[in-house]
């Protein structure tokens, strides 16, 4: 049975919309971002809500960061701890890792409110608040939507690594206090991607492993575990090994550690009377808690944790062969062999009743109002419609004629129906056709789905007759993507779990973190929990130091268990390597030596499931160099933003000074001699002694200056702000971005 039979089913993730028209050269021109590295370790499984953390304590969650739409995919991004004097961009960018620059990105800047590719954050009181961006909330926050897609503007996801980022806006391109990173995954793609080197396993690896056996539930036949109370509900029959103690009836128990809470062991039989009664199938939840259940023969009967006793009705007619909640929540829906019916829950009288061409087993969708019956005999699969009560549809089960009954249950995110048939699983669309045959080595019994991760869980149990070759006596646990049904896990073997005692059931915890199976057999529940080999979130990046400067390399990962790094360092070019005493922080920072120069560095991180590498990052030492206030200024520039400022021989104006990452100021009274030139890409454009330039440019008197270079958040990649900013009201009495300002030096990061 599935896990949480009869939970309201949820819905596709939903938000798309189609894309609206951008804002053309007012976006590129507002969104002039000189090249912001971002970097920030993500938690959580791939599947859900990401939240990642900014270098000052900032948090970024995105809704949804794996399966996405190519086409268009809205998305919810959401941020706290932001700074209030910083304005900030909210985007879709490629993501080049750790100190590079995030670009291109999708889309340009929402300069008409209309285009949502791209937010923009501002301080309260900002003069752009309104139309064209929103101010934080109190404490930093913002609560955005985006509209991304896995191809446009010169971006394809498909083909690089990309992530929802925050940066700060084109008012301070120099600022790295605001770059926040999540990557993200359209569908098709793999999640683990430039998730580092897996040495024994791929990075981001998921299995299960066995952590507990519960064996206080006599023989359990079906679970749910309960949305509301949490507590893990036991259909069970007697176990005969033990003779001393009759355990049929309905158990509850702890799901953290298996101890028996409640133990409901009579229900009324055919008389009314009290009775041992095993509890055969479980049709759903109650509110709050308590299950709605069936007992044999053709009981129905409901009871919660504490319960002495269970209270229900005994129908007429044949024994119940299957069991649902119906559409309404004092209704149930009965199977008797193909005898169809929706009964009052109170008083087993039957309101609807339908006598299908044969069948025992159905599988209800109440968001869709179907219900799909499958009769193995004849090998046919009946879709029943629940407004009309009547056949709507007959389908085919390729090799289901006379097959082994294994399953039938249906997908509440998608309404496909999956039936398992001897060693196949046959997986219909909500429609009826085929789309896919999924093979095991054993019988197909059960199957739960998890909507917040889009996997579905299939427990395959073996025949237990070990004279046929084909049995070892070893089940199996496969879990599959519900989009593209690859497999999503490793595959976990159930020693012992066989067919011969009775049908294995599973359910599964909302989010996958937690699985339950059942083996009749041996009597017993095993809890199984998730595991995921490291998967890097954040990698070091080569970098230049000067000698006696104090360097960091930073790297991070997520896994379950948390995995443990540690630095490993390679003085022969990465031929061997050894690791760092003492190293075992997400930060290594030392104090670089020109002895240093040309060693490489990685991260390495292991736990219970695997090791993965970073790829290993070069350091470049180079020797320190000290420069004049107001004298003579000569040798190499600083290289920052993609580009470096080129130091010349002359010497400033009075009271100018010259840094090294290239800009410069002079007072306006100021006359240059020979002034020095710097390049870093861009256009070019001239500059006074009153003035400072970006990425190089003249020290007093006049000159030639490049604009600085590196990646813009537009994805056309433009540098210059043009004279369109003052239609497009960004420019208030003057032209924002060339505003003078000294260039910020990045350092050795």
Request: charged share 20%; glycine share 16%.
């Amino acid at each position: 049975m599935t896990s949480t039979p009869g939970i309201a089913p949820g819905t596709p993730p939903g938000g798309r919309s189609r894309l609206r028209r951008r804002a053309g050269t007012a976006a590129v021109a507002a969104l002039l971002l000189a090249g912001i590295p971002v970097g920030a370790a993500v938690s959580a499984d791939a599947g859900t809500p990401k939240t990642a953390t900014g270098p000052q304590g900032q948090k970024l969650t995105v809704s949804a960061t794996t399966g996405l739409d190519p086409a268009q995919q809205k998305v919810r991004v959401q941020g706290e701890g932001y700074g209030l004097t910083t304005g900030i961009y909210v985007a879709l960018c490629k993501d080049n890792g750790d100190n590079r620059v995030p670009s291109p990105c999708l889309g340009g800047a929402d300069m008409s409110g209309g285009s949502k590719t791209s937010q923009w954050i501002v301080p309260p009181g900002d003069p752009y608040e309104g139309d064209l961006a929103q101010a934080f909330g109190p404490g930093g926050t913002f609560d955005v939507e985006i509209e991304i897609a896995q191809k446009g503007d010169g971006l394809d996801c498909a083909e690089v690594a990309c992530s929802v980022v925050t940066r700060a806006d084109h008012r301070a391109a120099g600022d790295r206090t605001q770059d926040v990173r999540i990557p993200v995954a359209f569908a098709g793609q793999d999640p683990g991607d430039g998730g580092g080197e897996g040495v024994d396993v791929p990075a981001g690896t998921v299995s299960y492993k066995s952590a507990a056996d519960f064996t206080t539930a006599g023989k359990p036949l079906d679970l749910l575990l309960h949305p509301d109370s949490k507590k893990l509900y036991v259909g069970a029959d007697n176990l005969p090994d033990t003779a001393d103690v009759d355990e049929r009836g309905l158990h509850v128990l702890n799901p953290e550690n298996g101890t028996s809470e409640s133990w409901i062991s009579q229900a009324p039989g055919s008389t009314g009377a009290l009775r041992a009664s095993a509890a055969a199938r479980i049709a759903g939840p109650l509110p709050g808690d308590g299950v709605v259940y069936n007992y044999p023969l053709r009981g129905v009967g409901s009871a919660k944790s504490g319960d002495e006793a269970a209270t229900g009705v005994w129908l007429a007619g044949s024994t119940i062969t299957d069991i649902a909640p119906g559409t309404t929540p004092d209704r149930v829906l009965v199977a008797q062999g193909a005898t169809l019916s929706e009964i009052e829950r109170a008083t087993g009288t039957a309101t609807r009743t339908l006598t299908l061409p044969g069948g025992t087993q159905f599988a209800a969708d109440p968001e869709r109002k179907a219900l799909w019956y499958t009769d193995f005999t004849a090998g046919k699969l009946h879709r029943v419609d629940l407004a009309s009560f009547t056949v709507s549809g007959s389908f085919d089960l390729p090799g289901g004629s006379g097959g082994m009954a294994g399953f039938t249950e249906t997908d509440p995110a998608t309404g496909a129906v999956w039936v398992g048939v001897g060693r196949s699983v046959l997986v219909f669309d909500a429609a009826g056709t085929l789309v896919k045959t999924l093979v095991g080595k054993d019988l197909a019994r059960d199957a739960a789905f998890d909507t917040a991760s889009g996997r579905a869980y299939v427990v395959w149990q073996d025949g237990g007759d070990l004279s046929d070759p084909a049995n070892d006596n070893n089940g199996t646990l496969t879990v599959y993507g519900t989009e593209d049904f690859a497999v999503a896990a490793q595959d976990l073997s159930l020693p012992g779990n066989h067919s011969q005692a009775g049908a294995a059931s599973l359910a599964v915890e909302p989010g996958g973190a937690t699985v339950f199976v059942t083996s009749p057999a041996e009597g017993k529940i095993t809890k199984l929990v998730r595991q995921v080999s490291p998967l890097v979130t954040r990698a070091p990046a080569d970098l230049t130091a000067k000698e006696g400067e104090e360097v960091a390399l930073t790297a991070e990962a997520e896994g379950t268990p948390e995995p443990t790094v540690r630095w490993q360092v390679s003085t022969d070019g990465a031929q061997t390597w050894k690791d760092v005493e003492g190293a075992t922080e997400s930060a290594l920072t030392f104090t670089a030596r020109t002895a240093q120069d040309g060693y490489r560095y990685r991260a390495e991180f292991r736990n219970d499931v695997g090791t993965t590498r970073t790829a290993a990052v070069k350091l470049t030492v180079t020797p320190a160099t000290g420069g004049d206030t107001g004298g003579d200024v000569g040798g190499s520039g600083d290289a920052s933003n993609g580009a470096g400022s080129r130091g010349s021989d002359g010497s400033t104006g009075d009271g100018g000074t010259q840094s090294s990452g290239g800009s410069t100021t002079g007072d306006s009274d100021s006359t240059g001699g020979s002034g020095s030139t710097g390049t870093s890409g861009g256009s070019t454009g001239t500059s006074d002694g009153s003035g400072a330039t970006v990425g190089g440019g003249v020290a007093g008197g006049t000159g030639t200056a490049a604009t600085s270079g590196g990646g813009s958040l537009a994805a056309t990649g433009a540098t210059v702000m043009s004279v369109t900013l003052a239609a497009a009201g960004l420019v208030g009495a003057g032209v924002l971005v060339h505003r003078r300002a000294r260039r910020r030096t990045e350092g050795a990061l």
